[in-house]
């Protein structure tokens, strides 16, 4: 079977969400099928400099087809047709317009509809385009949680029968074996928890600073400025830690920027913008507590790496993060600021809660594996190529 893929989104030097499961899937795909014939489209210098840098197996080739807009509709298109792939995977969203008949879709999320103030109207209006568009031509979807799954039948009358769900893998990446949590592969004692250490670069002399830690693009829809409330309400009772921002600026940044300016307490609100892989684990590492106060979330990779990381994690009630976090995280409504502060101060406090959300995220990890990921995927093809 020639299966082509769409890797110009997954090879990028900065990935998040779907840019990071799009590559991850490429990956585990190399690990589980040496029969297949793959053909990886990549789109520019970029995607050619991120895959020269990885070991590929034989039945792995690369066709990179450069072409500055409507690659997708166009370029990739064009070559999947010359190619006569027996089925084309597209791990990110949209399928081409002229289509090969088989050709699986991965959709991740319905944000945009349950949140529409938090995108461009182009933006929308692309983004519900192209899912409406792959649920009625598709051979097959991939929902990444039953959530997902839920959202596209109800909300766009998508086929059950041709959805499946496949959740996402996880690896657990340590930037070096001496601070790895709980020692796991490592002689070294772990990193204290809670502690900034020079992980962050305070200029204050503080080296034992507490912090409260979230991870995801700084936008609307990610829900910060109820976290900066909530943080501050957190202050005010004499709480001694901060709070760090790790993710690139998105749709709606503007207001969280002015929520961190007019905060008493901005000396305390830390932004890191895009972090490397290894600093990311470190901070991940370090942290007190992880709080992810997103409205919707299609998935909620976050929960996992802060799983991995030993940190106990408070997150939100909504959309498909207790369907990710299971019993090994403190639930609060997202809405509700005093909710948020509440369950953060809990978290924080109890030390006993603490140790025990901590392990159950490990327990919950054992329910995601990119090799798994990509073993359901491999199967949803072959399924394709043969209907």
Same mark, same amino acid.
């Given at each position: 079977m020639l299966i082509g893929i769409d890797a110009s989104r997954g090879f990028l030097k900065k990935r998040t969400g779907v840019e990071e499961y799009s590559y991850q899937i490429v990956q585990a795909l190399t690990?589980?099928?040496?029969?297949?014939?793959?053909?990886?489209?990549?789109?520019?210098?970029?995607?050619?400099?991120?895959?020269?840098?990885?070991?590929?197996?034989?039945?792995?080739?690369?066709?990179n087809i450069p072409f500055p807009r409507?690659?997708?509709?166009?370029?990739?298109?064009?070559?999947?047709?010359?190619?006569?792939?027996?089925?084309?995977?597209?791990?990110?969203?949209?399928?081409?317009?002229?289509?090969?008949?088989?050709?699986?879709?991965?959709?991740?999320?319905?944000?945009?509809?349950?949140?529409?103030?938090?995108?461009?109207?182009?933006?929308?209006?692309?983004?519900?385009?192209t899912t409406k568009f792959s649920l009625k031509h598709a051979a097959k979807i991939i929902a990444v949680s039953e959530n997902t799954e839920k959202d596209l039948i109800k909300m766009y009358g998508g086929d059950a029968e041709r959805i499946k769900v496949v959740y996402h893998g996880f690896n657990i990446i340590f930037p070096s074996p001496s601070i790895s949590p709980s020692g796991r592969?490592? *002689?070294?004692?772990?990193?204290?928890?809670?502690?900034?250490?020079? !992980? #962050? &670069?305070? =200029?204050?002399?503080?080296?034992?600073?507490?912090?409260?830690?979230?991870?995801?693009?700084?936008?609307?829809?990610?829900?910060?400025v109820n976290l900066i409330r909530a943080f501050e309400l957190i202050k005010r009772e004499g709480w001694t830690g901060k709070l760090v921002l790790v993710g690139q600026q998105g749709y709606g940044y503007t207001e969280i920027k002015r929520a961190i300016q007019d905060s008493a307490y901005q000396e305390d609100i830390i932004e890191k913008g895009f972090v490397s892989e290894e600093e990311k684990w470190q901070i991940l590492?370090?942290?007190?507590?992880?709080?992810?106060?997103?409205f919707y979330e299609g998935f909620g990779m976050p929960l996992l790496e802060a799983f991995a990381?030993?940190?106990?994690?408070?997150?939100?009630?909504?959309?498909?993060?207790?369907?990710?976090?299971?019993?090994?995280?403190?639930?609060?409504?997202? *809405?509700?600021?005093?909710?948020?502060?509440?369950?953060?101060?809990? !978290? #924080? &406090?109890? =030390?006993n809660l603490r140790q025990n959300l901590i392990q159950k995220g490990q327990m919950r990890l054992a329910n995601f594996g990119w090799q798994k990921c990509a073993l359901e995927t491999l199967l949803i093809l072959e399924i394709s190529h043969h209907t």
């Open positions: 690990k589980v099928d040496s029969q297949n014939q793959y053909i990886l489209y990549l789109n520019g210098q970029e995607n050619k400099e991120v895959a020269r840098g990885i070991a590929w197996p034989s039945n792995f080739k690369f066709k409507l690659w997708v509709h166009l370029a990739l298109c064009l070559m999947a047709w010359r190619d006569k792939l027996d089925v084309l995977f597209i791990p990110a969203q949209a399928m081409p317009i002229f289509y090969p008949r088989k050709t699986v879709v991965t959709l991740h999320g319905l944000e945009y509809e349950h949140y529409p103030e938090s995108y461009s109207v182009f933006r929308r209006f692309y983004l519900r385009f592969g490592s *002689d070294s004692p772990p990193l204290s928890k809670g502690r900034l250490g020079g !992980v #962050l &670069e305070i =200029k204050d002399g503080e080296n034992d600073q507490l912090f409260i830690l979230t991870i995801g693009r700084l936008e609307a829809r990610k829900n910060i590492q370090s942290a007190t507590a992880f709080v992810f106060p997103s990381a030993d940190v106990p994690v408070a997150v939100s009630n909504t959309s498909s993060l207790p369907e990710i976090g299971g019993d090994a995280c403190v639930y609060f409504n997202p *809405d509700n600021v005093d909710d948020i502060t509440r369950k953060i101060r809990e !978290v #924080l &406090e109890n =030390k």
